[in-house]
C-alpha cells in the first residue's frame, strides 16, 4: 500500500467516528425537540451534515485510491448512513491498515513476494 492509499484510508478512518457519533447527537436532538422546548436540530443538523459530506468525499477517494471492490466500497457506504456505522467502518478500517503495515514489513523482510 503506497502512503497516498494510506493516507486516504486514515482520512476516512479519521472522519468516521465523529461523523457517527454527530448522527447519535442528532437523532437524541430530534427526540428533545419533540418532547421539550430544546431545539438543536438546526445546529446538529448543520455539523452531522459537514461531516457527512467529508466522509462520503473520503470515501469516494480511499475508494479510488485502494482499488476496492464494489461490494467493500457499498459497505463502507451504507455505514454511513446507519446510525452507529461509523464504529464499525472505522474498525474495519483500523483493520485493514494493519493488514497492509503486517504484508508491507514481510514484504521488505523477504518472508513473502506478494
Do not use: Q
Amino acid at each position: 500500500m503506497d502512503i497516498k492509499t494510506a493516507t486516504a484510508l486514515r482520512r476516512l478512518r479519521l472522519v468516521s467516528g465523529p461523523e457517527a457519533i454527530s448522527f447519535l447527537l442528532l437523532l437524541v436532538c430530534s427526540v428533545l425537540k419533540r418532547t421539550t422546548d430544546f431545539n438543536a436540530v438546526p445546529v446538529m443538523g448543520a455539523v452531522h451534515g459537514i461531516l457527512f459530506i467529508l466522509y462520503v468525499i473520503f470515501w469516494a477517494d480511499a475508494w479510488n485510491r485502494a482499488k476496492w471492490p464494489l461490494r467493500t466500497a457499498a459497505l463502507y457506504f451504507v455505514l454511513s448512513v446507519l446510525p452507529t456505522g461509523g464504529f464499525f467502518a472505522d474498525r474495519r478500517l483500523r483493520r485493514e491498515a494493519e493488514d497492509a503495515v503486517i504484508a508491507s514489513r514481510a514484504r521488505k523482510e523477504g518472508i513473502v513476494n506478494a
